[in-house]
């Protein structure tokens, strides 16, 4: 079985903290993605690579960097965190960059809250 | 822009009952997925459709995908206490050499025993 983990499962920070929300999978996964997620509006891409030190925007990118500097590891980076980005953070890992039929699989979640 | 939008947002039902869930799209896909989400934790991927198939059925799972209207629709069947979770519906489309996966905001699905 795919396993994608989370670091953390629950994070508070301060506004204009540098935050890292790190990810890890152990099946040597090519695509991985960060999504946020927040009551009414559903799942939101915001960086996904698709290879090693490859990184593309998703749909909400502003205020997030990305790292990808092994295959297994992915880092949503929060240069200086804000109290809209109180969310929960989760990381997901596919299989095949052209594989279309194959499924995301998702780690247990990261719940930030900035104060 | 959200891709998949479910119906109905929230749907109570009796345990043994069957459970219908909706969703409809806007724009040519390559396959449609569904996942499941139990309170606090990741989502779980359930089945997976592809754009030429038109049911497929997983243990008490069907999932049915109409291209020309543009929806799919989740069939849990006998449904148990344990089904309660929010369910999200994803739709996949090549963007260039990869693809890019669009989540629905996901129904509230509780199962009453």
């Known amino acids: 079985d795919v396993k994608v983990t989370q670091s953390s499962r629950y994070l508070v920070k301060r506004t204009g903290e540098k935050v890292f929300l790190e990810c890890v999978q152990d099946m040597d996964h090519e695509n991985m993605f960060w999504y946020r997620q927040d009551p009414g509006l559903g799942l939101r891409l915001i960086y996904f690579?698709?290879?090693?030190?490859?990184?593309e925007k998703g749909d909400i990118p502003e205020g997030y960097s990305v790292s990808r500097e092994k295959k297994e590891r992915f880092s949503l980076i929060l240069e200086s965190a804000s109290t809209n980005q109180t969310s929960m953070y989760l990381c997901?890992?596919?299989?095949?960059?052209?594989?279309?039929?194959?499924?995301?699989?998702f780690g247990n979640g990261t719940r930030l809250t900035v104060t | 822009s959200q891709q998949g939008e479910e119906d109905p947002q929230a749907l109570s039902i009796q345990e043994g009952e069957n459970a219908t869930m909706n969703c409809s799209y806007k724009t040519s896909i390559n396959n449609l997925q569904w996942y499941r989400q139990n309170s606090g934790r990741g989502l779980v991927h359930l089945i997976l459709?592809?754009?030429?198939?038109r049911e497929k059925h997983s243990g008490r799972l069907r999932v049915t995908l109409d291209t020309s209207k543009k929806s799919s629709s989740l069939l849990i069947t006998a449904s148990r206490a344990a089904d309660t979770a929010s369910y999200f519906c994803?739709?996949?489309?090549?963007?260039?050499?990869?693809?890019?996966?669009?989540f629905g905001k996901g129904i509230t699905l509780s199962v009453r025993p």
């Open positions: 690579s698709y290879d090693v030190k490859m990184k």
């Open positions: 459709i592809r754009s030429n198939e």
């Open positions: 994803a739709t996949a489309m090549y963007t260039g050499a990869n693809s890019k996966l669009t």
């Open positions: 997901a890992s596919k299989a095949h960059p052209q594989g279309m039929n194959s499924p995301l699989h």
